[in-house]
């Protein structure tokens, strides 16, 4: 995960504390805080830290937030999600029936009700339903899962760019190769795990 200039203060704050206790020679602390400023990750951040027994790793603040807050939030993008369809379907059908409506210069009978109706009907059951079992919960964590691959996904080719241009990996890595050297960043803390699916139990 990205680490912020909040973080990198904290981690150089630590770093001259420990200079201040002989734990760190003047050259090793310049090193380090030159590094703390360059990281990127919290995993960069933390490996400056390792050595030191009081001090504390990088951790992202994680703000709690209420359940009725939650659940709000979850329940607007999940209301979208089944019935933003429907509403694209009537905005179309509709356009179709008023075109035709003016062309034959008369009232003609709202045909798309016999599409809109029962598709609407199914909705609202699914709606009903849907809140009743919590689906928007369901469909956020879905949601965040997926984004929380793409990041995965951005570091990963992040690695493979620097790896390759540092030499350790060549230009166009093997698929083993490439798996590899994933479970090695993986293992030194500069990449974390691949996010896995929430249970559906969750």
């Not at 009725?68 to 509403?87: D, F, I, N, Q, R």
Request: aromatic share 8%.
């Amino acid at each position: 995960m990205r680490a912020a200039d909040e973080d990198r203060h904290k981690v150089a704050d630590q770093l001259r504390l420990a200079l201040e206790e002989g734990r760190l020679d003047l050259n090793e602390y310049d090193e380090r805080v030159k590094d703390a400023y360059a990281a990127r990750t919290y995993a960069d951040l933390d490996r400056l830290l390792t050595d030191l027994p009081n001090a504390a790793p990088v951790v992202p603040a994680t703000p709690q937030q209420s359940p009725v807050l939650v659940a709000e939030k979850a329940t607007a993008p999940w209301l979208g999600h089944v019935w933003v369809p429907w509403a694209k379907a009537a905005v179309f059908f509709t356009l179709i029936w008023a075109v035709g409506a003016l062309g034959s210069g008369e009232a003609i009978f709202y045909w798309p009700v016999w599409v809109l109706g029962p598709w609407g009907v199914v909705l609202v059951l699914r709606t009903v339903a849907g809140l009743a079992q919590g689906e928007p919960r369901k469909h956020a964590a879905e949601l965040e899962h997926r984004r929380r691959l793409r990041e995965h996904k951005q570091e990963r080719k992040s690695l493979y760019r620097r790896a390759i241009a540092a030499g350790e990996l060549p230009a166009k890595p093997t698929k083993e190769e490439r798996k590899a050297f994933i479970a090695e960043a993986i293992a030194r803390g500069e990449l974390p795990p691949k996010p896995r699916r929430p249970a559906s139990d969750e």
